[in-house]
């Protein structure tokens, strides 16, 4: 299906100089002279090369159709992520190293959405928004919240996010799977 290149989102797969991408991140830049253009980051399908590549909002590009899966995470053992189909409980198997950073978010259990072309896992979507425990950042100074300024933080996958000021070491906070931000806490 071809849609104009503004268009483009994270997860979506796309055909362009003749090979299968998934995008990855997207970025729209507004100069101050000329048209807007997308910047792209992109994974080749077959090799799993990364490129960055910029469209202008004018071209058209062409988005493939995929089925979407229901799996759900089971486990990871070494290099490799196993998820079940949940119709047909078949296992699929796909390298961590394929998901990227957003690997860190799983968690046993998780439902997750698969991304398939013609039989081949292209994809994984992650659900937007995770539950995890805040495990290091710095002590709560009363008054401190005078602006609203973040501190860091380092959350129980690993990652680091920055997290407001009243939120302690050993809380629960929900996290957007998109960018690691902070959202609220868990409830």
């Known amino acids: 299906m071809k849609t104009q290149a503004n268009n483009i989102r994270p997860g ?7 090979k299968q ?14 048209g807007a253009f997308m910047q792209v980051e992109m994974r080749d399908l077959a090799s799993g090369n990364k490129t960055n590549e910029r469209f202008r909002s004018e071209d058209t590009i062409e988005k493939l159709t995929s089925e979407n899966v229901d799996c759900q995470f089971l486990y990871r053992d070494g290099d490799t992520l196993y998820f079940m189909n949940q119709e047909t409980y078949d296992q699929i198997e796909i390298p961590a190293d ?7 978010f799983l968690q046993d259990g998780m439902g997750v959405v698969a991304n398939m072309i013609e039989g081949k896992v ?3 979507e992650l659900p937007l928004q995770v539950v995890c425990t805040v495990v290091e950042t710095e002590p709560y100074l009363k008054g401190q919240t005078v602006t609203t ?8 996958n690993g990652l680091r996010t920055t997290i407001p000021p009243f939120v302690t070491t050993g809380e629960k ?3 957007a799977t998109a960018d690691c931000s902070y959202v609220e806490r868990a409830k």
């Not at 979506?12 to 003749?18: A, D, Q, S, V």
């Not at 991408?21 to 000329?34: C, I």
């Not at 300024?149 to 129980?156: C, E, G």
């Open 12 to 18: 979506w797969i796309i055909e362009h100089n003749g």
């Open 21 to 34: 991408w998934t995008v990855m991140k997207t970025m729209v830049t507004k100069p101050g002279k000329g």
């Open 98 to 104: 394929f998901m990227g950073e957003s690997v860190a």
């Open 122 to 124: 292209v994809n994984i």
């Open 149 to 156: 300024s973040y501190k860091p933080a380092i959350l129980d």
């Open 173 to 175: 906070i929900v996290v």
